[in-house]
């Protein structure tokens, strides 16, 4: 059997030919494919991580400066001469508290004179006052008298003529009775029954009598006569009264309104100057620490309304004032929608690295802030610790503490792609080539990416694309 094998060998040498190469094909195949797929489980291992499912812990970081709650620069109103500044840099001071006193002297003058003058014032108003009064009343006085007695003359002028009358009818018949008396005793006389003397009495009262008619009917006429004139000379009394305390009425308010007037503008005038004299002493318009001390005693301060810095300020300014500290950080526009008021702080200031304060956002800024083609937002946290420590104008680093999500799937940041405008992550098909695959994408947390929907728990997904799959996109 062997020598047979041996002697077709040696007699076909172009079929041991075709063997070998058939042989080394197949080998070299193998070879091919076992490098290759060995290559490929290489780059698959090398580009792709499987999606991790965990709890995160949301956090912003941030850089920020400690500044003052509330800061201004402390001028006086006028422009003027410091007399006394009373306060150093450091010191805490309280609402209303005396800072500086500028040059006042003549103003504490110029009140002392209003105050004067405001009194004199109303002394005269107040006596003229009295005394418009006094007139009015005077006047109506008047009026209501010539009233009464025309009133009474009115109702005694006919009770007198009628009085008067009866009068004159009771003496006419008297010297009717007295005249009958005469007749009878003339013949008396005559006969001597009566003696001369006795009829001339008789005769005497008779005469009398007749004098009597005499007077009460002068009487009578000047009643009937003057009643009239005295009634009219009353009624123009009243008139000229009544005109006279309307005139009074008339006047009267527009004197005391002039007289008013006056006094308010001396009273105008003394508000101004004890406006001025109380602007002349610089107060403390909130409490706070002064920051900044910009002027000396003796120094001359012309406010305005400038800069606030200390080059602008030192003019116009005599110190700086600030109330309360609090953090501002610039929060880029991506990471601004994760916070919220009340969110909590961690601080650290480069001051006390080894130092962490608490705090908490106070406010979200409803405006964003470009700086060198960089969008963000400032974010003001106010400090719950650190207060009497951390100085203003301190940097310090903030971190945002948000919620805790648990078990979220999470994707290194790299491994979102974008095609076609939807975003997505690569996974590899059944030969390990990369398929765009859409995802719904969550939060962005620097490195890594909250994924909602789309992937599973340890499902490989590609950070880098493979050379051909690059070229391809080429």
Not at 3 to 14: E, R
Not at 43 to 58: G, H, S, W
Not at 389 to 405: A, H, P, Q, Y
């Amino acid at each position: 059997m062997k020598s047979s094998i041996n002697k077709n060998f040696k007699s076909s040498p172009v079929l041991v030919t075709g063997i070998a190469a058939i042989c080394l094909t197949l080998i070299g195949f193998t070879i091919y494919r076992v490098v290759k797929h060995s290559g490929t489980e290489v780059a698959i291992e090398e580009l792709t991580v499987p999606v991790k499912q965990e709890d995160l812990n949301l956090e912003i970081q941030a850089s920020g400066r400690v500044e003052p709650i509330k800061s201004v620069n402390v001028s006086p109103k006028d422009a003027g001469r410091i007399v006394k500044l009373l306060v150093e840099q450091g010191d805490r001071v309280q609402a209303g508290q005396t800072l500086a006193v500028m040059e006042n002297a003549e103003l504490a003058i110029q009140t002392s004179e209003n105050q004067a003058k405001l009194a004199q014032n109303r002394a005269t108003l107040g006596e003229n006052k009295a005394k418009i009064k006094a007139e009015i009343e005077q006047a109506q006085a008047r009026l209501r008298q010539l009233e009464a007695k025309l009133n009474q003359v009115q109702n005694r002028i006919p009770r007198d003529i009628e009085q008067t009358k009866s009068q004159i009818k009771a003496a006419e018949s008297r010297l009717k009775l007295v005249q009958q008396r005469v007749k009878r005793n003339e013949s008396l006389l005559r006969q001597g029954a009566i003696s001369q003397d006795t009829f001339d009495e008789i005769n005497d009262n008779s005469q009398n009598a007749q004098s009597s008619i005499n007077e009460l009917r002068q009487k009578l006429e000047q009643l009937q006569s003057t009643g009239g004139g005295e009634v009219e000379q009353i009624k123009a009394e009243i008139a000229e009264s009544r005109i006279a305390l309307q005139q009074k009425q008339a006047t009267a308010p527009e004197e005391i309104a002039a007289l008013e007037a006056s006094l308010k503008q001396v009273e105008l005038s003394l508000k101004q100057s004890e406006m001025k004299y109380e602007d002349s002493i610089v107060k403390a318009p909130f409490d706070g620490i002064v920051t900044q001390r910009y002027a000396v005693e003796g120094a001359y301060v012309a406010p305005s309304t400038s800069g606030s810095d200390a080059a602008s300020s030192s003019a116009s300014s005599i110190l700086a004032l600030a109330q309360g500290l609090e953090i501002i950080a610039k929060v880029p526009e991506l990471d601004v929608g994760q916070l919220q008021p009340g969110q909590k702080v961690k601080i650290v200031a480069d001051a006390y690295p080894d130092r962490e304060f608490t705090g908490e956002i106070k406010r979200i800024a409803p405006e964003a802030v470009i700086e060198e083609n960089v969008t963000s937002f400032e974010v003001r946290v106010k400090l719950l610790t650190g207060q009497d420590i951390v100085r203003s104008k301190m940097n310090v680093d903030v971190t945002f503490i948000g919620k805790e999500l648990s078990d979220s799937l999470v994707v290194p940041t790299v491994a979102i792609f974008t095609e076609n405008g939807e975003q997505g992550v690569m996974v590899p098909d059944e030969n390990n080539q990369p398929v765009f695959k859409p995802v719904k994408v969550g939060i962005y947390l620097g490195e890594q990416t909250q994924i909602l929907e789309g992937v599973e728990a340890n499902q490989q997904v590609f950070i880098d694309l493979p050379e051909s799959k690059k070229r391809e996109e080429k």
